[in-house]
């Protein structure tokens, strides 16, 4: 008697839990269907990962009312141009890099990573405190699109190339897969950039189609297999200090979605946003061990490199800025924000960073 009068109080304690937990959503809220176009491969499990993360936590947030269908880069779309099929209504959303459209307007590359910008963090508090996402949305809205952070992996890597780079003179005539402003920079330098996707990159490599790539770090790279057919492995990626990735809704699908939904889409994206960093920072310090271990030669750009990088950088930022209204009006307050961010950083990151990693713990 005394087991059946628990049980039914304990049955009684699990239901009000339950219905504490359970999303308080309105009886007649519609069930929604959506599909989610991916720039990124399905075996790139954390770059990918992202949407189907963010999918199931709608999902969850909803009651299973709300449901995102991801779908791998090929799919629907090639992965450089999930921009153009969520502006015309193909699908309802994407996961993407805005650097991928700078053939549309350069201004894109802000929502992604300028070459020698922001790192992460400094990205983050751009979009999210700094009237970023703000000047982001002006500009997508042009194109029907509302966009949310949607990700970040760290400071990439400088890439993988078949033979040594020793100075500027090396980089003459090399081709080397690289988009955006850095494959500007590295035209510049003298190298010879193409746009390849994920998936066409270790083919070309392994053809000598191409003398270099740049992916993302150890544990992309590592699954993509470029150690195999170039084994000097540079770094810093001075091109991409903290890459943000995206997701894009379509504007008309967005207004039609309730209330509750678009807040579960927002709380869902931010969350991927998040975890999607740390996932890389777990995952690449582990990665370049067994990188190394397989022979991987790690080099660091020559000084000469990256001194010139940085001076061409800044002007085509200045001469984009003076032809291009679009760019020149988030350049601006950008340019302004990255300074204080610099300065802080400089002073309270990097004085204790630079101590403990000189003086580590043995």
């Known amino acids: 008697m005394e087991r059946r009068s628990f049980l039914k109080k304990a049955g009684v304690a699990g239901a009000a839990a339950a219905a504490v937990s359970a999303p308080a959503l309105a009886a007649d809220t519609p069930v929604i269907r959506w599909r989610l176009a991916s720039s990124f491969p399905k075996s790139l499990d954390t770059i990918y990962g992202a ?43 994407g996961h993407t890099a805005g650097y991928y459209y700078v053939g549309k307007n350069k201004a894109f590359a802000f929502d992604t990573s300028l070459p020698f910008g922001l790192t992460s963090r400094q990205q983050n508090a751009w979009l999210y405190y700094g009237g970023g996402l703000k000047a982001m949305r002006e500009l997508y809205a042009q194109y029907n699109i509302i966009n949310f952070p949607g990700g970040n992996t760290g400071c990439q890597m400088g890439g993988w190339f078949r033979q040594e ?24 330098l003298g190298a010879i950039p193409q746009s390849l996707p994920a998936g066409d990159i270790y083919p070309a490599l392994e053809k ?20 195999k057919v170039a084994p000097f492995y540079y770094y810093p990626g001075f091109w991409e200090p903290g890459p943000n990735l995206s997701f894009y809704v379509n504007n008309k699908q967005w207004a039609k979605l309730p209330k509750e939904y678009q807040q579960a889409f927002e709380v869902a994206a931010a969350e991927a946003n998040l975890t999607m960093l740390a996932q890389y920072d ?8 067994r990188l190394l271990q397989k022979g991987v030669k790690l080099k660091k750009y020559p000084a000469d ?36 961010e610099h300065g802080w950083f400089n002073l309270a990151e990097q004085g204790m960073e630079s101590f403990m990693y000189t003086n580590r713990s043995k």
């Open 282 to 289: 777990a995952q690449n310090p582990q990665a370049l061990v």
């Open 165 to 188: 780079v020793k100075s500027m003179a090396d980089l003459k005539g090399l081709k080397m897969r690289i988009p955006g402003f850095g494959g500007e920079i590295m035209a510049k």
């Open 305 to 340: 490199i990256m001194k010139a990088a940085q001076t061409i950088a800044f002007q085509l930022y200045e001469e984009e800025a003076k032809k291009n209204p679009a760019f020149g009006k988030i350049y601006g307050p950008w340019k302004k924000f990255r300074a204080l």
């Open 208 to 227: 000598g189609t191409i003398d270099a790539t740049e992916w993302v770090g150890p544990y992309d790279d590592e699954k993509l297999g470029f150690y």
């Open 51 to 93: 949407a189907e993360r963010m999918s199931k936590r709608i999902s969850e947030l909803t009651g299973g009312k709300f449901q995102i269908r991801v779908f791998p880069a090929g799919e629907i779309a090639p992965g450089n141009q999930v921009l153009d099929v969520v502006q015309n209504g193909t699908v309802e959303c």
